[in-house]
């Protein structure tokens, strides 16, 4: 199976700040890269598809990067909705979906 | 609207099956490129992907789960169910279902919809 890494595993960061998460998967994945965000006691919410498409709705501060083993999810300006958990998720094989660990955005 | 909800008991003993129910509105389980997956996550933890089911009726299950995994789906009642064998305290959590869709374009498949969840403890 393809295992996903993400880091920093958590990282605390003021308003306004341009935050990257980097996640890694264990082999190529080609584009196949998702993000999702989630608040504490709700279900996730993507972000981004196809490593690098947002989601209809998401804010334009939000974009994704990278290609085969590396990808990144920035934001370019922290705002206070935003802190909460990122975690990526690899499609590459329909057959078997797996999600990083996590990163957990909070307050400096 | 598309709306998922997730519905099963709230509480389970060790060594019984669970099932839960998905029902979706909004879009039909037969419509292409599409799906359901079933995820979990424990209390303070990270996801887990643990199965899902396209509209071709296709399915899969989290390798380290799959003897323990059902799937399956009624395309007429709009439910998706997955049953877990065999409970253990380990798999309190919260369950989610989320619909699957795949772009046209190199059929890139993502989570757009989710349910809220629902918790399931597992204790004697």
């Known amino acids: 199976d393809i295992q996903m890494t993400q880091s920093p595993s958590s990282l605390s960061a003021s308003v306004g700040d341009r935050v990257t998460i980097t996640c890694r998967a264990s082999?190529?994945?080609?584009?196949?890269l998702n993000w999702y965000q989630q608040k504490p006691g709700k279900a996730p919410k993507l972000l981004i598809y196809?490593?690098?498409s947002l989601q209809s709705g998401v804010p334009s501060r939000f974009s994704g990067s990278g290609s085969g083993t590396d990808f990144t999810l920035t934001i370019s300006s922290l705002q206070p909705e935003d802190f909460a958990t990122y975690y990526c998720q690899q499609s590459y094989s329909t057959l078997i979906f797996t999600f990083g660990p996590g990163t957990k955005v909070d307050i400096k | 609207q598309v709306t998922l909800k997730e519905s099963g008991p709230v509480l389970v003993k060790p060594t019984e099956t669970l099932t839960l129910t998905c029902t979706v509105s909004?879009?039909?389980?037969?419509?292409?490129?599409?799906?359901v997956s079933w995820i979990r996550q424990p209390p303070g933890k990270a996801l887990e992907w643990l199965a899902h089911i396209f509209s071709n009726d296709e399915k899969s299950y989290s390798t380290s789960l799959k003897s323990r995994l059902t799937i399956s789906k009624d395309t007429s009642k709009s439910q998706v169910v997955l049953t877990m064998t065999n409970m253990d305290p380990v798999d309190t959590a919260t369950y989610y279902c989320a619909r699957i869709c795949g772009t046209i374009w190199g059929y890139y498949y993502y989570m757009d919809v989710w349910g809220k969840g629902t918790t399931v403890t597992v204790s004697s």
């Open positions: 082999q190529s994945i080609s584009s196949y």
């Open positions: 196809a490593a690098s």
């Open positions: 909004g879009f039909s389980l037969s419509n292409a490129r599409m799906g």
